[in-house]
């Protein structure tokens, strides 16, 4: 019988057990991606000098101190579809009158998908729960 290591067709060995692998640096102490917080409601999308009313819901991450908003909005964005709208910079107005400045990443007629980063994302929206506004 030939022993597996000696065996040319035998797979190589696993050069470094687990434990003594280099650990990935780039996730050490930054701590764990976490939703925060939810919401859903009627508010408004101000975008180069236009108000649209837009249904929204938007997620809230935190890994550590950074907070991370993701979301979605409904409504009739046709008027911005003309190549007008300056950049990808806008702001949402909530339900509850807070606004917060995002990032359009993908604008569609009837839709666009969204995000926001940094400290203003908590600063304006502060501690946000799981909730979604009366209809």
Do not use: C
Not at 5 to 31: F, K, M
Not at 51 to 66: K, S
Not at 88 to 117: H, M, N, Q, T, Y
């Amino acid at each position: 019988m030939t022993d597996a290591s000696t065996d040319p067709g035998a797979p190589p060995p696993d050069v470094a057990p687990a434990a003594s692998r280099p650990q990935n640096r780039t996730w050490r102490g930054r701590g764990q991606l976490k939703l925060v917080g939810a919401r859903n409601g009627a508010g408004t999308l101000v975008w180069s000098g236009r108000a649209i009313p837009a249904a929204y819901e938007l997620d809230v991450f935190a890994q550590g101190e950074t907070h991370t908003v993701q979301g979605k909005l409904e409504g009739d964005f046709s008027d911005l579809m003309d190549g007008d709208a300056e950049g990808g910079r806008a702001r949402l107005r909530l339900d509850d009158g807070r606004e917060i400045e995002i990032d359009v990443v993908d604008l569609e007629p009837w839709g666009a998908d969204f995000e926001a980063k940094g400290a203003n994302v908590h600063r304006t929206l502060g501690p946000l729960r799981f909730e979604s506004s009366p209809a």
